[in-house]
C-alpha cells in the first residue's frame, strides 16, 4: 500500500494518538505540518476543518477527526485485531476518557508552568510555521501560545480547581504505572483503541513538555516506558518476554477504570442533561443539520458543573464527548447478556454503567467534519 500523509505535529494531542496507531500498525506514513502547501491548496479545502490531524488515505479519503481516522484505518484493515465484548466497550470509553477529560492536566500542565515549558513550546509552534523564516516562526509561536492558552477556563482549569486536577492525574500516574508493571499495554497483550487514545495527552503534552515530562518519569516511569513502547513498531516489549498478544481485564485496569469513570461519568451525565434538553428545542432539526448554527465544528451545550476530587468544578460540556459515549452504547448494544454484565462491573464507578444503558435523546453524526444530528 502507498504511504499515507498524516498533517500534525508533534506538540499536537490528537496527532500523537494516530501517529501512535501508525507506528505501532507498522503502517507506512507521511508526516508533514499544516504550513505544508499541499495542506493549504488541497487538504484544507476537503477536510473543510482547520484541525490537526488529518490523514490523507491510498483511497483518497481525506479524514480530520481521531476516532475517524482509527475507523477509516480499521475499514481499510490497518489497525489490527480489536477486542471483543464488555472489553470493546472498555477501550471505547478511555478512548473518550483521553479526548476530552485528560485535555484538563494536559493543558495545565502545558499552560501554567510557563517558566519551565515557555521556551520549549513556542519553538513547538514557531516549527510547525516558519518554513525557513525563524523569526517570523517565533512571532507566530508566541501568538498562537497565547490563543491556545485562552482554552484553559472553558476546560475547567482555574486556581481553585488546579488542586483537584493535579490530584486527580497524579493518582492515574500512580495506577497506570502499577498496571504498567504487570502487563505492556492497557488491556493486556495486544495495543488497542484505549492505549492510542491515552497517547494522546501522556505523550504529546504530559510526556514531552518539559515540566510534565519530568514529573511523569520521576512519579510513573513505567508510565513514561509506556510512551517509548506505543512510539515504537514492536509487537511486544522486552520486559514481557512471555505475554501473548491479546485481550484480558486485569484487577490492575479495574483501577485504572474506576478512577476513570468516576472523573468522566458525572461530566458525561452532566453533558447528557443539557444535550436533553437542546434535542427538545430542537426536535424539527433535520436530519444531517449540523448542531451548530454558526458552524462550530465541536459546539458545546453550555456550561456544566461537576466533582473532581471532591472539588467542584465548571466547564463548558462538549457535544463531541456524547458522539464518543454514542459509540461506547452502539457497542455495548451489541453484546450478549452475559458480555453487558461483565461490561457494567468493569464500568461500574461513576455511574457509566448506567449510561451505557441510557437512549441518546437524539443520535448524534459527524458530518462535513461536524457534529450534526442523525
Known amino acids: ?13 490528537y496527532t500523537a494518538k494516530v501517529r501512535s496507531a501508525l507506528r505501532k500498525q507498522r ?6 505540518f499544516a504550513s505544508h502547501p499541499e495542506y493549504r491548496e488541497r487538504i484544507l479545502p476537503a477536510a473543510q476543518n482547520q484541525r490537526i490531524p488529518v490523514v490523507e488515505f491510498p483511497d483518497g479519503a481525506i479524514v480530520q477527526d481521531s476516532a475517524e481516522i482509527l475507523d477509516h484505518m480499521a475499514n481499510l484493515g490497518l489497525l489490527g485485531t480489536a477486542p471483543s465484548g464488555a472489553l470493546r466497550v472498555v477501550e471505547l470509553f478511555i478512548e473518550a476518557y483521553a ?6 492536566p494536559a493543558m495545565h500542565y502545558r499552560w501554567n508552568f510557563r517558566a519551565e515549558n515557555e521556551a520549549f513550546i513556542i519553538g513547538e509552534f514557531a516549527r510547525l510555521v516558519a518554513r525557513g523564516d525563524t523569526a517570523k516562526g517565533l512571532d507566530t509561536g508566541r501568538m498562537l ?18 488542586p483537584a486536577i493535579e ?9 497506570l504505572d502499577r498496571h504498567f508493571s504487570a502487563a505492556p499495554y492497557l488491556l493486556g497483550g495486544s495495543p488497542s483503541r484505549a492505549d492510542y487514545g491515552l497517547m494522546g495527552p501522556l505523550h504529546a503534552h504530559l510526556g514531552r513538555d518539559p515540566f510534565p515530562a519530568a514529573l511523569m518519569q520521576s512519579k510513573a516511569p513505567l508510565v513514561y516506558r509506556w510512551t517509548e513502547r506505543m512510539n515504537a513498531g514492536e509487537d511486544t516489549s522486552p520486559e514481557f518476554p512471555d505475554t501473548a498478544p ?10 485504572v477504570l474506576d478512577l476513570m469513570a468516576e472523573e468522566f461519568g458525572p461530566e458525561l451525565r452532566e453533558t447528557l442533561k443539557l444535550f436533553a434538553n437542546w434535542a427538545a428545542e430542537h426536535a424539527d432539526l433535520a436530519a444531517g443539520s449540523p448542531v451548530s448554527p454558526k458552524g462550530v465544528d465541536q459546539p458545546s451545550f453550555g456550561p456544566i458543573r461537576f466533582e473532581i476530587q471532591g472539588s467542584t468544578v465548571e466547564v463548558m460540556s462538549a457535544g463531541h464527548s456524547l458522539w464518543m459515549l454514542q459509540r461506547a452504547q452502539d457497542a455495548f448494544a451489541a453484546l450478549t447478556e452475559a458480555e453487558k454484565a461483565e461490561a457494567r462491573d468493569l464500568l461500574s464507578a461513576g455511574g457509566v454503567a448506567a449510561l451505557l444503558d441510557e437512549k ?9 467534519n461536524k457534529l450534526s444530528v442523525a
Open 246 to 255: 491479546g485481550f484480558a481485564a486485569s484487577d490492575t485496569l479495574r483501577a
Open 360 to 368: 441518546m435523546p437524539r443520535r448524534l453524526d459527524r458530518q462535513g
Open 1 to 13: 500500500m502507498p504511504a499515507l500523509q498524516l498533517y500534525g505535529a508533534p506538540c499536537s494531542l
Open 167 to 175: 490530584a486527580q492525574y497524579l493518582a492515574l500516574l500512580d495506577r
Open 145 to 162: 501560545a497565547g490563543r491556545m492558552a485562552a482554552y484553559l477556563p472553558p476546560l475547567g482549569i482555574t486556581e481553585s480547581s488546579i
Open 99 to 104: 479526548d476530552r477529560a485528560m485535555l484538563r
Open 27 to 32: 503502517v507506512t506514513f507521511r508526516e508533514y
